[in-house]
Antibody
Framework: EVQLVESGGGLVQPGGSLRLSCVAS????????MHWVRQAPGKGLEYVST????????YYANSVKGRFTISRDSSKNTLYLQMGSLRTEDMAVYYC???????????????WGQGILVTVSS | DIQLTQSPSFLSASVGDRITITCRAS??????LAWYQQKSGKAPKVLIY???TLQSGVPSRFSGRGSGTEFTLTISSLQPEDFATYYC?????????FGGGTKVEIK
């Protein structure tokens, strides 16, 4: 059974840093690109970041570029999101998600974690 | 960035109704669009990918159409468990983006 379990959330002051983790199980982690998506309280889904299956390629939303870093450790089956210079607008539930390929260039998010809350407040 | 505009943002309907949600992209995204359902406090769940392919296990009352810039999600006969928020997502080009969501509530 595929499982994605996020951790590392909590309360942080504006300007602070936090590292989220997402532990994967039930599949060959190193074969899949992975993503982070967030959802501010009462708002819609917002794409955050992507890392390719081998870690060579990364992508970011403009809103987090230069402040967040996505990485992965396949020996630990773990995806990370290092968040820095946090702002109140970064407060959200953060989800990790697995990418499924259905064609040469067609993908979608087939499994999601349960989400972890990050609160940015003084 | 590609903007996805969903309409309506809110929809009130009854059990048994047929409903359609539209997602318009600010530029062509071929058929690289997915639809997700999210219930309160839960992670999103994929319904449709590739604009029109039903994810395994998803009831056949859900269907998707479209390509280029205009897409639709249709629920042919709304069931009590379908009351939720629905999002479209483009996976054609980075940064990936989501629509603003459509909340479907019971009339």
């Amino acid at each position: 059974e595929v499982q994605l379990v996020e951790s590392g959330g909590g309360l942080v002051q504006p300007g602070g840093s936090l590292r989220l983790s997402c532990v994967a199980s039930g599949f060959t982690f190193s074969s899949y690109a992975m993503h982070w998506v967030r959802q501010a309280p009462g708002k819609g889904l917002e794409y955050v970041s992507t890392i390719s299956s081998n870690g060579d390629s990364t992508y970011y939303a403009n809103s987090v570029k230069g402040r967040f870093t996505i990485s992965r450790d396949s020996s630990k089956n773990t995806l990370y999101l290092q968040m820095g210079s946090l702002r109140t607008e970064d407060m959200a539930v953060y989800y990790c998600a697995r990418e499924k390929e259905y064609s040469a260039s067609g993908t979608y998010f087939d499994y999601w974690g349960q989400g972890i809350l990050v609160t940015v407040s003084s | 960035d590609i903007q996805l505009t969903q309409s309506p943002s809110f929809l009130s309907a009854s059990v048994g109704d047929r409903i359609t949600i539209t997602c318009r992209a600010s530029q062509g995204i071929r058929s690289y669009l997915a639809w997700y359902q999210q219930k309160s406090g839960k992670a999103p769940k994929v319904l449709i990918y590739g604009a029109s392919t039903l994810q395994s296990g998803v009831p056949s009352r859900f269907s998707g159409r479209g390509s280029g810039t205009e897409f639709t999600l249709t629920i042919s006969s709304l069931q009590p468990e379908d009351f939720a928020t629905y999002y479209c997502q483009q996976l054609n080009i980075y940064p990936l983006t989501f629509g603003g969501g459509t909340k479907v509530e019971i009339k």
